[in-house]
């Protein structure tokens, strides 16, 4: 089937109108769980690198940063910040010495066990409404975006 000049501009703009809303949503859940976060003392980003920080066996700020969607310099400035806040310090590898690696501070034992709830708040209020086929529907398509986003930044 060839596509006609219509069609193309049609995909073209049905093409930017879900970057756009990905866009948009990204903005609107962000803003949402900083609203929450803010009762903690953090931001949405902090609170994610916290939760990272105990999932992974060595958290390093180069495994973290491209999850996180930061860069090398944003990176320190969110540690400096949890740092200071004693939610977290950071070692050198015991394994590699040219390695930082992210242990969870004193203070962040009292404020990990408020996170989880929050993120789930988040989840439960997106996906109201929807069936749950709809949500595997959803995580698939989302998982295509993100692997052709992946390749958007490897071009």
Same mark, same amino acid.
Not at 30 to 57: C, M, N, P, V, W
Not at 110 to 122: D, K, M, S, T
């Given at each position: 089937?060839?596509a006609? /000049?219509?069609?193309?501009q049609? +995909?073209?703009?049905? %093409? ?13 859940? $962000?803003?949402?769980?900083?609203r929450?976060?803010? =009762?903690?003392?953090?931001?949405? /980003? +902090?609170?994610? #690198? #916290?939760?990272?920080s105990?999932l992974?066996?060595? &958290? ?11 860069? =090398?310099?944003? *990176?320190? $400035?969110? #540690?400096?910040?949890?740092e200071?806040? @004693? ?6 590898s015991?394994?590699?010495? $040219?390695?930082?690696v992210?242990?969870?501070? &004193? $203070? ?8 989880? &709830? %929050?993120? @789930?708040?988040?989840?439960?209020? #997106?996906?109201d ?7 595997? +529907?959803?995580?698939? *398509?989302?998982?295509?975006?993100? @692997? ?5 930044? %490897?071009?």
């Amino acid at each position: 089937m060839v596509a006609t /000049q219509e069609t193309r501009q049609v +995909q073209a703009r049905d %093409e930017a109108a879900v970057s756009t809303m990905v866009f948009h949503l990204g903005r609107e859940l $962000r803003t949402a769980l900083d609203r929450r976060f803010e =009762s903690h003392g953090i931001t949405s /980003q +902090q609170a994610a #690198l #916290l939760l990272l920080s105990r999932l992974l066996k060595e &958290p390093s700020p180069i495994k973290m940063a491209a999850r996180l969607g930061t860069d =090398s310099a944003g *990176m320190t $400035r969110l #540690l400096d910040r949890l740092e200071r806040k @004693q939610l977290i310090a950071r070692r050198v590898s015991p394994d590699d010495r $040219r390695l930082v690696v992210i242990e969870l501070g &004193p $203070r962040s034992r009292h404020v990990l066990p408020r996170l989880i &709830p %929050e993120f @789930q708040w988040a989840e439960k209020g #997106l996906l109201d409404g929807f069936k749950k086929s709809e949500v595997d +529907q959803l995580n698939k *398509m989302l998982r295509r975006l993100m @692997q052709n986003a992946r390749r958007l930044n %490897e071009s």
